[in-house]
Structures are given as C-alpha cells and as structure tokens.
C-alpha cells in the first residue's frame, strides 16, 4: 500500500464483533469492496488494533500531512466509550485531523443506542468523546444493523456509505498545517505557531496546577468515603440494618456535595484546554520536524518541549492513580441510588483526565521522534 492510497481505519471492541457474531468486521469488508467498485481503486481498512502492521501504519498516517487520504471510522457503542484504547484512537486522530483542517475525515457509524449522541441525557454528565462524535456527520446504523446483510436495505446502505467515503475522500480540501505567522488582531484567521505556542507557556502552568488541585480534591472525597463506611460499620454494629446504612448514604451524599462540584469543574477545564490547544501543538511539533530552525528558535523549541515532557510525566503517575480510583468508585456506586449520580459525575471528571493524558501522551511521542527529543540544552 502507498501512503498517497486511501486506507481507513476501523476502530471498534472486539467483544461488540463478537457478541454480534461478526457483523461490525463484515461490514468493514462489504465496504471496502463497494468502494472498489464505485471508484476501481482498492481501500485497505485496517482492522486489529492488536497487529504490528496497525500500529505501524497508524502512526505513520498520524504523523504525515499524507491524512489527506486517511479517515477513522469509529464503530460507536455503549461498550466502545467504555474502552480505553478506542477513545485514545479517537482522541489523536481528531487532534491530528484538526491539526491539518481535515475534521471531515473522522467518520463515525453509530452503531447500537448511545443516548447521548442523539438527544443527550438530562442529568448525565457529558462525555467529551461522545460531544467529539456529535460534531461529525455519523452515520446511523441502529436499525440497519439488524437486517438481513443480504437484503436489498442492507446492501443499499452500504452502498451509500462507501459513495459518501469516497466523496469525502475526492471533495476534502487540501491538508491546510497551521502556519508560522504572527497573527493580525483585526483579523479573524486561526492562530500560528506564536500564539499556539504563547498560550501553551500561559497554559502549562495552570495544567500542573489543576492535577494538583485535582488530586487534592480526589483525597477529600475518598476521605468522606472512608468516613462513610466507618460510620456505616458502627450503624451496623449497633443494629441499624440497612436503615442505618441509608441514613449514612444521606449524610456522605450532602458531605459530598462541594467536593463533586469542584472536581467536575476542574475535569472539564482541564480537558477543555488541553483539546482546545491539540490542533495547534500538534502542528508545531510536525513543523520543527521537518524545518531546518536557526539556533535561536531550535533552543526556545528544546525548552517548550522539556516542559510539555515533564508535564506529561508529572501527570501520568496521577492519572494512573485517579483510573484505580475510578474503578473503585465503579463498585460502590451500585450500592446506593442516592450517592450514584455523584460517583458517575465523578467517573465523568476522571475520565476527562484520563483522556487528556492521551492528548499529553501523544505531544510527548512526536515530540520524542524529532531531533530535539533527546536532546539536552
């Protein structure tokens, strides 16, 4: 395969192929072949995350301004948001897409029910990659899933959807990088590199400090949840039963209150900040990488680059720490009604930082792979 050739890359769990009894990697077939007979070119769509030959090809894709000829198709399920890998996935392709103003290129099939994704869920706390989603043109596939694969209907949607791959692909107007410009305050032109990288500096900073106030607020709220199953053991020892036990889940849903607040603002400024900044970092990485820098300008690259690897370093050890808290917080919010939309607020905020570590991660891999990633001033 050439990198001018169109390839796709079909993101989805293992487990829905499965339980669908391997209708999601069909369809990817099906399509690839309508494609080949709409355009007669061959459209490779690479399936298992799990083979060398993805991961090579991903980022070599990722880190071309060849993305033109690249599109994700994500495979959009309850269980697919559930999965770490298929949210990364999403995440840098979207930032790197963004990067090169080809956002038209992730094209996401909505796959079984996510509510979310059509009329929201009142109450819910929102899912960034469900709001990254909404943004695109999806395609619905809720009810088309469950025909016959050969029935007219079936094949006629496919159909439809390698023709629309295949206008995406012929109408997507070229990669259009960021430039390095200074920025003209009358007008309304996207930034360059020098405010990229102007609000990047302004911004590093206040990102170390949300994690730290993030964890603190993490502390505070497992605190409460010790203090609540101390009293609920002493209710328990008394007799209380499970009145008791409600009357303490009651109190710990009050004591709460503040410390939820806090941590779904912070999760939110967090990733709202780091998202909105991805396009233009990742632009700047792919330019020093390929420009030859004066001295002046290598150095001040060297430098902003250490900071963004200690940043990522500081707050990966956290953002492990926060996914076991999450976990734990999983379990026990299937113990009460009252306390349960808070720990799902809670999940949401965490799950906003893990996120955003995907965001960090995939600064420090490029970062990594140009001249300057090892080097020391």
Same mark, same amino acid.
């Given at each position: 395969?050439t990198? !001018?050739?169109?390839a796709g890359f079909?993101s989805?769990?293992h ?21 080949? =007979? +709409? &355009?007669g070119e061959p459209l ?24 033109? &000829? ?9 269980k ?8 990364r996935?999403? /995440?840098?392709?979207?930032g790197?897409?963004a990067?090169l103003g ?5 094209l996401? +099939?909505h796959y079984v029910?996510?509510p979310?994704?059509? #009329?929201?869920?009142?109450? !819910? ?7 990254? /989603? ?5 395609v619905d ?6 025909e016959? !694969?050969?029935?007219?209907v ?5 159909h439809?959807?390698?023709?629309? /791959?295949a206008d995406?692909l012929?109408t ?19 930034p360059?590199? +020098?405010?990229? =990288? ?12 949300i994690v730290e106030k993030f964890?603190?607020?993490?502390a505070?709220i497992?605190?409460?949840s ?5 009293? =609920? ?5 008394r007799g209380g039963?499970?009145?008791?036990r =409600?009357?303490?889940a009651?109190?710990l ?7 939820v607040e806090?941590v779904d603002?912070?999760?939110?400024e967090?990733?709202? &900040?780091l998202?909105s900044?991805d396009? *233009? +970092? ?6 020093? *990488?390929?420009?030859?820098?004066t ?9 902003f680059?250490?900071e ?5 370093t500081v ?8 996914q ?5 917080i ?16 809670? #999940? ?5 930082v /893990?996120?955003?570590q &995907?965001?960090l991660? !995939?600064?420090?891999r ?8 090892g080097? #020391?001033?």
């Open positions: 395969m990198a !001018e050739q169109p079909w989805y769990t487990r829905d192929d499965h339980l669908d009894g391997g209708r999601i990697v069909r369809l990817s077939e099906r399509i690839a072949s309508a494609f080949e =007979m +709409i &355009t490779e769509i690479f399936l298992d995350k799990r083979s060398i030959e993805w991961g090579d090809a991903w980022r070599a894709r990722l880190d071309s301004a060849l993305t033109g &000829t690249t599109f994700l198709i994500p495979v959009v399920t309850p697919f948001l559930k999965s770490q890998e298929c949210r996935e999403v /995440i840098k392709f979207a790197h897409a990067s080809l956002d038209e290129l992730l996401p +099939i029910n996510v979310q994704l059509t #009329q929201g869920v009142d109450g !819910e706390p929102t899912d960034e990659i469900v709001e990254l /989603i909404s943004r695109r043109q999806w596939w809720r009810d088309l899933r469950l016959d !694969e050969d029935s007219p079936y094949r006629q949607a496919v439809k959807l390698a023709l629309k /791959i995406v012929e997507a107007p070229p990669a259009r990088p960021v430039e390095v410009t200074q920025q003209d305050e009358a007008t309304e032109e996207p360059g590199f +020098i405010e990229v =990288m102007a609000q990047a500096e302004a911004a590093l900073p206040t990102w170390l400090q964890g603190l607020v993490i505070e497992g605190a409460e010790s203090w609540a199953t101390e009293e =609920m053991n002493n209710s328990d020892a039963g499970f009145a008791g =409600m009357r303490v009651e109190q849903s009050v004591r709460l209150s503040e410390p806090n603002a912070l999760g939110s967090y990733w709202s &900040t998202s900044i396009p *233009g +970092i990742i632009g700047f990485i792919r330019h020093v *990488g390929e420009s030859d820098l001295p002046e300008d290598r150095q001040v690259a060297r430098d680059f250490k963004i690897v200690q940043l990522a707050t990966k050890e956290t953002t492990a720490q926060l076991e808290f999450s976990d734990n999983g379990g026990a919010a299937r113990s009460s009604s009252r306390l349960r939309p808070q720990f799902r607020t809670i #999940q949401a905020a965490v799950q906003k /893990i996120d955003s &995907t965001v991660d !995939e600064w420090n490029m970062i990594d792979e140009t001249d300057l990633g080097d #020391q001033p």
